[in-house]
């Protein structure tokens, strides 16, 4: 794939896609949310319109991608038609006529619920998701189900159930998971809106890898499900191609839910960004202590940290005491008391025909809540904390990239085959990206955007991460991270599929 030019000095705009009557199939899948909602209500758009297109990509793309678990577009386009009229009734609601892609983790009552593993084909979920009913109320057309690892168990996507999902930029590399179906069908046009979940960047690393947005919310603001909702490393949360887009979604699916009682009330919608970040104070930690880093990643990183000085923000870097290995023996022990015995009791009921990346999840999760305990992960955790609380009493967020290496290759477990970044072999496919860390500080929302291209041509994404609960402010600091770049706005800056 030709590599186009880094964005230079930041003086591209991100024009959106404007519809009108000869706009091109390509044109209209790429339009952004807001966009589609406002061509909608002036009807020079219909949502069967769009979907037809959406559906069409779909058609054309998904041999390749491989994006999608299961794809309703006949039932979207009664959805479609039913939309359109209720824009001529003056009701439509918040995503009325918007296709939207759902995780297959997310469970939907009398559908499969597979998570990517063949132990589980069989499965029908017995409720659904409380994000599935607020997306479907709000007006959102679920089109299809996108792909996940076995187990959700990966920062890849791949599994015997589904095969290899790839990334549209990079047939060669990895579209990232576990959410990795729901980034790559955002990057290829085959879905307007998409949700995901994260257990240690499930959200962020397809992000990253697939030139996108996502928003791992702070604990309990998205409801979830028992016994996952207890588990204070897991997040729901939304993905989009623009940060206003991922706020659009985010505003439905927040706030609390009495099936969940750890969730937390809504906070006031995300409001649009003003342009400005004058008065903020940015701190930018490029390694988090010792993650590795490649250079087209370190360099993207400041492209985007140039974004937020020209918006007005006061940008400083700094360092965090961390250990990478530390990090990594309080998340292993953390999901040995939690994760793993979920699948071993899956692995009891209905044999032990996992992939290899599973079982070597399993072994190592248990046998680091055996050495170290829950209690020890949570005192590693607890100094996590502290090390932010005192950072974020001088800043207002934090600024680092969303991982380490732009993608892994495509279809590779990295079991045994070693995984090196910036001349680093790590243990896991896990240390690479930067993300676990703030599923030990899982009260930090964090919003992964894309800040530019690799040599090989995958995106490279940042993460922007907030106080506890303080969602508004990453959403703001990561749309002047966006504003000027030309993701999706324009064919050069599209995957050339």
Known sequence: MTEPARPSGRTHANEPVRPSGSARPDELVYMTATDALA??????????????????????????????????FDQAMDQARQAADRYARGT????????????EEQPIAGHPLRDGSMLLRDNVAGETHPIVGRIVAAGG???ARTTTPEFCAAGFTHSDLWGVTRNPWSLGHSSGGSSGGSGAALAAGTAMLATGSDIGGSIRIPAAFN??????????????????NLDHY????????????????????????PRDPVSVPAPAPIPPYTGSLK??????????GDYPVEPD?????????????????????VELPWRRADIMRAAWAHYGAIFGPIIAEEMAAHGDGVTRYVRDFLDRSLKAVAELGFYGALKIESQVHADLARLFGRFDALVCPASGTPAFLAGEDYVETPLVVDGVRLDHNLEAPLTVPFNLASRCPVLGVPSGRSSEGVPTGVQVVGRPYDDHTVFEVGAAVTAALPWYAGESWRPAL
């Open 234 to 257: 897991c997040h729901d949360g939304p993905m989009a191609r623009t940060v206003a887009d991922c706020a659009l979604l985010q505003n439905v699916i927040a706030g609390h839910d």
């Open 39 to 72: 061509a909608f209500a002036d009807r020079t758009l219909s949502p069967a319109e769009l979907l037809t297109a959406v559906a069409e990509r779909a058609e054309h793309i998904e041999p390749s991608v491989n994006a999608f678990a299961e794809r309703w």
């Open 92 to 103: 439509a609601r918040p995503l009325e006529g918007l296709p939207v892609a759902l995780k």
């Open 297 to 317: 990643v370190v360099a993207a990183t400041w492209d985007a940290v140039s974004a937020l000085t020209e918006a007005g923000a006061v940008v400083e870097e």
């Open 211 to 228: 030139g996108v947005v996502g928003f791992k919310p702070p604990y309990g603001r998205v409801p979830a499900l028992p016994p996952y």
């Open 141 to 143: 057309i679920v089109h």
């Open 279 to 288: 008065g903020r104070r940015v701190a930018v930690c490029v390694h988090l």
